[in-house]
Protein backbone atom coordinates (compact mmCIF):
# COMPACT_ATOMS: atom_id res chain seq x y z
CA UNK A 1 0.00 0.00 0.00
CA UNK A 2 0.93 3.40 -0.81
CA UNK A 3 1.97 5.99 1.92
CA UNK A 4 -0.66 8.29 1.17
CA UNK A 5 -3.45 5.80 1.25
CA UNK A 6 -2.78 4.68 4.36
CA UNK A 7 -2.62 8.39 5.37
CA UNK A 8 -5.92 8.50 4.30
CA UNK A 9 -6.83 5.72 5.56
CA UNK A 10 -5.64 6.93 9.18
CA UNK A 11 -7.37 10.21 8.75
CA UNK A 12 -10.54 8.70 8.01
CA UNK A 13 -9.76 5.84 11.26
CA UNK A 14 -9.04 9.14 13.13
CA UNK A 15 -12.36 10.94 12.54
CA UNK A 16 -14.46 7.93 13.51
CA UNK A 17 -14.02 8.97 16.95
CA UNK A 18 -12.00 7.59 20.18
CA UNK A 19 -8.70 6.72 18.78
CA UNK A 20 -7.28 4.48 22.17
CA UNK A 21 -9.91 1.80 20.91
CA UNK A 22 -10.27 2.33 17.42
CA UNK A 23 -8.77 -0.66 15.90
CA UNK A 24 -8.17 0.39 12.45
CA UNK A 25 -6.89 3.40 13.38
CA UNK A 26 -3.97 1.73 15.79
CA UNK A 27 -3.62 -0.54 12.72
CA UNK A 28 -2.83 2.42 10.39
CA UNK A 29 -0.83 4.04 12.90
CA UNK A 30 1.79 0.92 12.44
CA UNK A 31 1.40 0.54 8.86
CA UNK A 32 2.36 4.40 8.67
CA UNK A 33 5.15 3.46 11.71
CA UNK A 34 6.43 1.03 9.12
CA UNK A 35 6.54 2.70 5.79
CA UNK A 36 8.29 5.71 7.54
CA UNK A 37 10.87 2.93 9.13
CA UNK A 38 12.15 1.54 5.83
CA UNK A 39 11.87 5.09 3.93
CA UNK A 40 14.35 6.06 6.63
CA UNK A 41 16.87 2.83 5.98
CA UNK A 42 16.75 3.59 2.54
CA UNK A 43 17.19 7.16 2.67
CA UNK A 44 20.87 6.09 4.55
CA UNK A 45 21.26 3.78 2.22
CA UNK A 46 21.22 5.16 -0.86
CA UNK A 47 24.26 7.52 0.49
CA UNK A 48 26.07 4.63 1.19
CA UNK A 49 25.81 3.01 -2.08
CA UNK A 50 28.42 2.59 -4.91
CA UNK A 51 27.90 1.25 -8.50
CA UNK A 52 29.96 -1.26 -9.51
CA UNK A 53 29.79 -0.83 -13.30
CA UNK A 54 33.19 -2.18 -14.56
CA UNK A 55 34.90 -5.66 -14.50
CA UNK A 56 37.74 -5.57 -12.26
CA UNK A 57 41.39 -6.46 -14.30
CA UNK A 58 41.78 -9.87 -12.52
CA UNK A 59 38.81 -11.76 -14.23
CA UNK A 60 39.89 -14.95 -12.70
CA UNK A 61 39.28 -13.84 -9.25
CA UNK A 62 36.10 -13.68 -7.76
CA UNK A 63 35.19 -9.55 -6.40
CA UNK A 64 31.58 -8.54 -6.01
CA UNK A 65 28.75 -8.82 -9.19
CA UNK A 66 31.04 -11.93 -10.45
CA UNK A 67 29.03 -14.79 -11.54
CA UNK A 68 30.27 -17.43 -10.32
CA UNK A 69 30.20 -21.50 -10.99
CA UNK A 70 31.12 -23.90 -8.18
CA UNK A 71 31.29 -27.39 -8.60
CA UNK A 72 30.79 -30.22 -5.86
CA UNK A 73 32.57 -33.57 -5.28
CA UNK A 74 29.27 -35.15 -6.48
CA UNK A 75 30.00 -33.68 -10.19
CA UNK A 76 26.58 -31.15 -8.95
CA UNK A 77 27.16 -27.91 -10.23
CA UNK A 78 25.76 -24.41 -8.97
CA UNK A 79 25.88 -20.79 -10.28
CA UNK A 80 25.67 -17.75 -8.20
CA UNK A 81 26.28 -13.90 -9.07
CA UNK A 82 27.26 -11.60 -6.09
CA UNK A 83 25.31 -8.80 -5.68
CA UNK A 84 24.49 -6.29 -2.74
CA UNK A 85 21.87 -7.34 0.24
CA UNK A 86 19.10 -5.65 -1.27
CA UNK A 87 19.33 -7.45 -5.10
CA UNK A 88 19.53 -10.78 -3.92
CA UNK A 89 17.00 -13.49 -5.77
CA UNK A 90 17.45 -16.81 -5.09
CA UNK A 91 15.55 -17.80 -8.67
CA UNK A 92 18.35 -16.18 -10.67
CA UNK A 93 21.21 -17.57 -8.22
CA UNK A 94 21.93 -14.18 -6.87
CA UNK A 95 23.14 -14.04 -3.65
CA UNK A 96 24.07 -11.60 -1.03
CA UNK A 97 27.70 -10.50 -0.86
CA UNK A 98 27.32 -10.71 3.26
CA UNK A 99 25.97 -14.68 2.92
CA UNK A 100 28.70 -17.64 3.87
CA UNK A 101 29.04 -18.64 0.25
CA UNK A 102 29.69 -15.38 -0.47
CA UNK A 103 32.14 -14.12 1.68
CA UNK A 104 33.95 -18.09 1.62
CA UNK A 105 34.02 -16.92 -2.14
CA UNK A 106 35.79 -13.24 -2.30
CA UNK A 107 39.26 -12.71 -3.19
CA UNK A 108 39.28 -16.82 -4.19
CA UNK A 109 40.27 -17.71 -7.81
CA UNK A 110 39.08 -19.84 -10.69
CA UNK A 111 40.07 -23.54 -9.88
CA UNK A 112 40.21 -22.80 -5.80
CA UNK A 113 38.82 -25.25 -4.05
CA UNK A 114 36.52 -23.30 -1.23
CA UNK A 115 34.84 -24.32 2.15
CA UNK A 116 31.96 -23.44 2.79
CA UNK A 117 30.44 -23.26 6.96
CA UNK A 118 26.72 -24.30 6.31
CA UNK A 119 23.79 -25.89 9.02
CA UNK A 120 24.77 -29.29 7.48
CA UNK A 121 28.35 -28.86 7.99
CA UNK A 122 31.54 -28.03 6.02
CA UNK A 123 31.03 -28.17 2.45
CA UNK A 124 33.43 -27.89 -0.34
CA UNK A 125 33.27 -26.64 -3.50
CA UNK A 126 35.63 -26.02 -6.77
CA UNK A 127 35.46 -22.63 -8.74
CA UNK A 128 35.32 -23.90 -12.41
CA UNK A 129 34.43 -20.58 -13.63
CA UNK A 130 34.32 -16.85 -12.77
CA UNK A 131 32.71 -14.09 -15.16
CA UNK A 132 31.76 -10.44 -14.82
CA UNK A 133 29.72 -10.39 -18.32
CA UNK A 134 26.18 -8.90 -17.94
Do not use: H
Not at 36 to 43: A, F, P, V
Not at 56 to 81: H, I, K, Q, W
Not at 104 to 130: H, M, N, Q, Y
Amino acid sequence: MLRREVTAALTAAAAEGDRSENAEYIYRKKQLREIDRRIRYLQKRLDRLRVVDSAPDDRERVFFGARVTLEEDSGASTNYRIVGPDEIDDGEGWISVDSPVARALLGKRLDDEVSVPTPGGLRCFWIIDVSYSE
